[in-house]
């Protein structure tokens, strides 16, 4: 199963997936993902719906937080 999500024009990567992809790699512990970055696409994959639809939300509420100038 393989889901990906777009990043919002605007919003800073390097604050979004964190030092080092810390973010990224917060979410894919929590979750057991896999996950890849590519330009302005993040593609988790993983065998648990669940899993894939909480990695989404988390991740598109750290968008929409940076679009609104909070910090992470």
Do not use: C, H, Y
Request: glycine share 6%.
């Amino acid at each position: 199963m393989e889901k990906k999500i777009k990043v919002f024009d605007g919003v800073d990567r390097v604050e979004l997936f964190g030092n080092l992809d810390s973010n990224l790699k917060m979410i894919k512990d929590a979750t057991g993902l896999d996950v890849i970055q590519r330009d302005d696409e993040i593609t988790w994959t993983g065998n648990d719906p669940v899993a894939m639809t909480m990695a989404e939300k988390v991740l598109e509420q750290f968008m929409a937080a940076l679009d609104k100038g909070e910090q992470l």
